[in-house]
C-alpha cells in the first residue's frame, strides 16, 4: 500500500519542476512511509511513497518500463493485486521478464502486453497512474469497488492527481475552495461518486479509467455491477459463498511483512478471522494475530440502544478461544478520544472534515496505531452489510418503501441529521432536500435489472446497489484514511468483485431464507464460527456511551461561541448554539444525540486548518 501524486501538463517542461513534484508527492508519506521516488519528463511527473508490504527489496516506485534503453511506461502504483502470481505466468508466457517478485512490475508489463484491457484481469485493490511515453497519455485507474482513493484535478493543459486531496492542494495553482454544491456534498449522507468537495476536484469513479491525453480528459467504466439471473439453488449459493470465501481470504493472507485481522466479535468480521486462521494453519502458520476495540468501563456500564444491542466483548472473546488467535484489546477513554492532537491526525487523514460518525472516526484512528506497532497488514470484515443485507433498516417495510436512501429515513437517520445548529438561511440556499431528492433519483436510474423483475425483488435489488455504489464508499474512505495515516494496510475480502457480482444477483428470498439478515454468509461459515456469533444480531462498530465524551464536545463549541472568531459562526444559527448547549447532559451519550455538535466542530477544524474559502 503506498501513496501515489502526479502532474502532467503538455505546455511544460516539467523536468524543471521537481520542487512541486517532491512537495506533492511528500504530501503522502504517512501511506507510505518506508520510501520516496519521483520520475520527472518532459510534460509527467510522477511521485510515490511506499508502504512495503510485497517484495520489499524490489518493488521501488515509480517504476519504469524500458525498450531499448529508452522508457517506454512509468507506473506509481497503490494497493495490491491478488491474482498478480497468475497474472506473472501468463506474461512470462508471452516472452516478459522480470526483475522483481512485485505485483507492481505485474501491473506494469501486463499494461504494456494488454493495454488498458489490463483493468480487466486485476483482482485486488487498487488506484494507480501509468504515463505512456510513447503516446504521451497518462491513465488513471482505480479499482472496481472504489477500496483505494484516487483524486484529479483538470488544469489547463493537463492534470493533478493524488491518493488523498492534500497532494492536489500542495500545488500552489490549486485554491482551497468550496461551492454550493461542495457544501450540499458534505452536508448530506450522499456520497455522490467522482464528487471530490473542493471546486474544481473529482475522485476517479469505481471501476473507471481516466484518459489524460493533448486533445483533453475523457473518464469511461471498465466495470460495475450487472443483473444476472441467479439459476444455483440455494444449497449450491451457500457452497458457492463459502468457496469464494475461502479463496478471497488465501489470497489475501499474501504478505512479507506481519499481518492481523480486525475482529468485532460480529458475523462478518468474525468469519474472516475464522476462515483466515484456517487458512494460516493449513499453510503451516501459527496463531493468528486479532485486534479489538472497546472503551474503559464499556463491560460494566454498557447500555443498549437503537443501533447496538449487545457489548462486543463477550463476542471477540468466543471466536478468539475457538480459533486460539493471539488476541489484544485496544481500550480507550473520552480524553483520547478528543485529544486535538488525534482530531488533528484524523482531518489531516481525511483533508474533509470528519462530519459524519463521530467518534467513531478518532476511535478508529487510534486503533489503528497501536495495531501499527505490531502488524503492516490487517484483514477488515468491512462491505458485508451492504453486500448479504446486514442493517436493520434492509428488513423494515417502511424503510424499503421510502422513496430516499435507507439510511436517511427515520430511526437510521438520526446518525446522520447533523446540521441543527446551522443557519437556516444557509440551509435554504442549499435546499439539502430537493439535493437528496436528486442524488437519490439518480443513484435509481444507474440500477440494472432483469427483464420482468418488479415488486419486491426489483425494489430489494436497488437497495442492494444503493448500498454498494454510495453507503459503503463512506465506510471504505474511512477505513482507509484512518488506516494509512498511521501505515497499515487493511484488506477487505467482501468487497471481491467476484463475490460482490455473485451476492448481488442472488435473489432476495435466498438471502433472508431463515428469516434473519445475512442469512447466506451465515449458513456459509456456521460451522467455522461459535453459536453465539451465529445467533448474534448485528451490532455496529462500537461507540462511546460516556457523558464526559459529549461533555468535552460542549466545553469545545462553547469555546468557539466565546471566542467569536471561528470560522464556523458565520454558518451557525448562535441563538439555537445557546439552547442546545444550555440543555443538561444525561448520564449516558450516544452517537446519535451528539452528532448536532460533532459536525460543526469538525467543520470549524476544517476551515481553520486548510483556510478553505466557502463561497455559497
Known amino acids: 500500500m503506498c501513496g501515489i501524486a502526479g502532474w502532467v501538463d503538455f505546455e511544460r517542461d516539467l523536468r524543471l519542476e521537481r520542487a512541486t513534484a517532491q512537495a506533492m508527492t511528500r504530501t ?42 529508452q522508457p517506454l511506461a512509468v507506473l506509481t502504483f497503490s494497493g495490491e493485486v491478488y491474482n498478480y502470481r497468475e497474472l506473472r505466468a501468463e506474461l512470462r508466457a508471452r516472452g516478459h521478464h522480470f526483475r522483481t517478485q512485485s505485483d507492481t512490475e505485474v501491473v506494469l508489463r501486463g499494461y504494456l502486453e494488454w493495454g488498458e484491457g489490463l483493468t480487466d484481469r486485476l483482482n485486488g485493490m487498487y488506484a494507480f497512474g501509468i504515463w505512456d511515453v510513447r503516446r504521451e497519455e497518462l491513465l488513471l485507474v482505480r479499482d472496481r469497488m472504489g477500496v483505494k482513493p484516487l483524486y484529479y484535478r483538470p ?39 467522482g464528487h471530490a468537495l473542493f471546486d474544481g476536484m473529482r475522485e476517479v469513479r469505481p471501476g473507471h479509467v481516466v484518459r489524460v491525453r493533448r486533445t483533453g480528459l475523457a473518464e469511461h467504466r471498465y466495470w460495475a455491477l450487472e443483473a444476472r439471473e441467479h439459476t444455483d439453488s440455494l444449497e449450491e449459493t451457500v457452497r458457492t459463498v463459502r468457496e469464494l470465501l475461502e479463496d478471497i481470504v488465501s489470497r489475501q493472507l499474501v504478505s512479507d511483512v506481519p499481518l492481523c485481522s480486525l475482529l468485532s466479535g460480529g458475523l462478518d468480521s468474525s468469519a474472516v478471522t475464522s ?42 472473546r468466543d471466536l478468539a478461544d475457538l480459533v486460539a488467535a493471539d488476541h489484544h484489546e485496544i481500550l480507550l477513554d473520552s480524553d483520547e478520544l478528543t485529544s486535538p492532537a488525534v482530531r488533528e491526525a484524523v482531518l489531516r487523514a481525511l483533508d474533509l472534515p470528519p462530519v459524519w460518525y463521530g467518534d467513531l472516526w478518532p476511535s478508529m484512528y487510534l486503533l489503528f496505531r497501536a495495531i501499527r506497532e505490531q502488524s503492516t497488514v490487517a484483514l477488515s470484515g468491512e462491505s458485508a452489510d451492504e453486500l448479504f443485507g446486514g442493517y436493520n433498516w434492509f428488513h423494515n417495510p417502511e424503510v424499503v418503501a421510502a422513496e430516499t436512501f435507507p439510511w436517511l429515513t427515520a430511526g437510521p437517520a438520526a446518525l446522520f441529521l447533523g446540521t441543527h445548529l446551522f443557519d437556516g438561511g444557509l440551509l435554504d440556499r442549499l435546499d439539502l432536500p430537493g439535493y437528496r431528492r436528486a442524488a437519490y433519483h439518480d443513484a435509481l436510474a444507474e440500477v440494472p435489472v432483469l427483464p420482468g423483475e418488479e415488486g419486491l425483488e426489483k425494489r ?33 475480502p467482501f468487497c471481491d468483485h467476484r463475490l460482490v457480482e455473485y451476492v448481488f444477483n442472488t435473489p ?73 448547549l444550555e440543555r443538561p447532559v444525561g448520564n449516558g451519550s450516544t452517537q446519535a444525540t451528539r452528532i448536532d455538535l460533532e459536525v460543526p466542530l469538525a467543520v470549524n477544524a476544517w476551515l481553520d486548518s486548510y483556510g478553505v474559502t466557502v463561497d455559497v
Open 28 to 69: 503522502m508519506s504517512l501511506r507510505g512511509p518506508d520510501e520516496e521516488g519521483v520520475w520527472l519528463g518532459r510534460h509527467a511527473a510522477l511521485g510515490h511513497r511506499r508502504l512495503s508490504v510485497i517484495d520489499p527489496a524490489g518493488g521501488r516506485q515509480p517504476m519504469i518500463a524500458e525498450g531499448d534503453g
Open 155 to 193: 488544469t489547463p493543459h493537463g492534470v493533478l492527481f493524488g491518493s488523498e486531496p492534500k497532494a492536489i492542494l500542495a500545488h500552489p495553482d490549486v485554491p482551497r475552495r468550496v461551492t454550493a454544491d461542495g457544501m450540499r456534498e458534505l452536508l448530506e449522507m450522499v456520497k455522490t461518486p
Open 275 to 316: 476462515l483466515a486462521a484456517r487458512a494460516v494453519r493449513a499453510q503451516g502458520g501459527g496463531a493468528v494475530r486479532t485486534f479489538s476495540v472497546d472503551f474503559h468501563g464499556a463491560a460494566e456500564n454498557f447500555v443498549p440502544d437503537p443501533f447496538r444491542g449487545t457489548p462486543d466483548a463477550p463476542f471477540v
Open 460 to 492: 430489494m435489488r436497488q437497495l442492494g446497489h444503493l448500498h454498494l455504489t454510495r453507503f459503503v464508499n463512506t465506510l471504505l474512505d474511512r477505513k482507509d484514511r484512518t488506516s494509512m495515516a498511521v501505515g497499515l494496510e487493511v484488506r477487505v
Open 508 to 580: 432476495w428470498a435466498m438471502k433472508t431464507f431463515d428469516g434473519r439478515e445475512k442469512s447466506l454468509l451465515r449458513a456459509a461459515t456456521r460451522d467455522v464460527l461459535p453459536r453465539s456469533i451465529v445467533e448474534r444480531v448485528k451490532a455496529p462498530y462500537p461507540s462511546t456511551q460516556d457523558a464526559g465524551y459529549e461533555k468535552i464536545l460542549r466545553d469545545s463549541l462553547a469555546e468557539l461561541l466565546a471566542g467569536g472568531t471561528a470560522p464556523v459562526l458565520p454558518l451557525l444559527d448562535l441563538g439555537r448554539v445557546r439552547q442546545r
